[in-house]
């Protein structure tokens, strides 16, 4: 017998993106609901790539969902009996068979950790990043799913179910329809659809993608609703904005996003003073650290001005009053979301050449992609 969906909604969220997008989701949900009608989310923060410090406790107190749960996902090399069916093999045959087995085994081993949410109880359940073991515990206990996206415009630059299955891909998605293998965006027989948030940036396909626009669910925000994002990711928001305020009068910053890339720390550090010589010169400096960048980078720059405090650049939208001359960053696509900078500078990925062998981070390329025509 099926257990009743008593619960309405879970957003698994694997990084503090993830639960900024998953809180403009709920809210819309807030504002277009009846209010006898309406029932609140619950949330997952899985621990599994980020470390979310006290934003639990922060979510508790704006209410904005009924329950926050820590959820504790493990990596694959977690458990090192799955490492020999995840071997490199030529023969399609043997690899497609020990894929098969790694796809169950996977969600076997994860079921201790899984198991303390109840999600065949929820009527819609929302997953950033399939690609973690989560997909693969969804699909094994055969329950339905909408996949979000990981990013913004993430797939722009990396669709890694195109990327990690360039050889016989129409064979392997036949696979992951069938609920043998598992491919993430939107290609698993368990998840409903894809939600990406331009589909024209796109380069690649998939029948299950929907396009759900970020820019409109930040515009219709309530004043409220502002004040309560706000609160759920910055501790101090009065200490923030006096490090932003200019200390003269026509003082005008430039602001540097930095990346968790490349993985080598010198090399990232060479990437951050290079471009704030190149490119901020003139300017009061910012830097605005990716919450996994864990540089100091009050240290390496002491004459900058380090936004402390792990949060989505989105969430400066809701400050009044900020404005920024001019942002820089290699790849991050948030950049495209700050409405408070007048000229945003993307570098590409081919910037990083300089500093890593090319072929670390030419994903699309090396699968055969273009990027999309804007």
Request: net charge neutral; with cysteine; hydrophobic share 35%.
């Amino acid at each position: 017998m099926k257990p009743e969906k008593t619960k309405s909604r879970i957003y698994v969220c694997h990084t503090f993106y993830h639960v900024y997008v998953a809180i403009l989701k709920e809210m819309k949900w807030q504002r277009t609901t009846p209010q006898q009608e309406y029932q609140k989310a619950d949330i997952a923060l899985s621990s599994i790539s980020t470390q979310f410090e006290n934003l639990k406790e922060r979510l508790q107190k704006t209410g904005i969902f009924q329950t926050v749960i820590a959820l504790d996902e493990k990596r694959e090399d977690f458990f090192p009996e799955l490492e020999k069916y995840r071997r490199n093999y030529s023969n399609i045959l043997k690899h497609m068979i020990n894929r098969m087995i790694f796809t169950k085994k996977l969600a076997k081993c994860e079921i201790p950790y899984m198991k303390k949410i109840a999600f065949e109880c929820y009527r819609d359940i929302y997953v950033f990043c399939d690609s973690d073991p989560i997909g693969y515990y969804l699909n094994y206990k055969h329950l339905y799913y909408h996949a979000v996206e990981d990013g913004l415009d993430c797939l722009k630059n990396l669709d890694d179910a195109y990327v990690a299955n360039q050889g016989h891909f129409r064979l392997k998605t036949w696979f992951s329809r069938h609920n043998l293998i598992f491919i993430m965006n939107g290609w698993s027989k368990y998840c409903i659809d894809m939600e990406i948030n331009d589909r024209s940036v796109v380069p690649t396909d998939c029948p299950r993608f929907i396009e759900e626009p970020r820019k409109p669910l930040e515009r219709a925000l309530t004043i409220d609703q502002k004040k309560q994002m706000i609160q759920a990711f910055i501790e101090d928001a009065d200490k923030l904005m006096e490090q932003l305020k200019p200390a003269y009068e026509g003082e005008e910053f430039a602001c540097f996003l930095t990346e968790p890339h490349p993985v080598d720390v010198e090399a990232r550090k060479r990437v951050c003073l290079d471009v704030i010589e190149k490119y901020c010169k003139g300017y009061r400096v910012l830097i605005k650290p990716h919450p996994r960048d864990l540089i100091d980078y009050t240290q390496l720059c002491p004459d900058a001005v380090v936004l402390r405090g792990r949060f989505p650049v989105e969430v400066l939208n809701f400050f009044e009053g900020l404005s920024i001359k001019r942002a820089v960053s290699i790849v991050t696509t948030a950049m495209d979301n700050m409405d408070f900078v007048e000229e945003k500078l993307n570098l590409g990925a081919s910037f990083w050449d300089a500093y890593e062998d090319p072929q670390k981070h030419a994903y699309n390329k090396k699968a055969g992609l273009t990027v999309a025509n804007h």
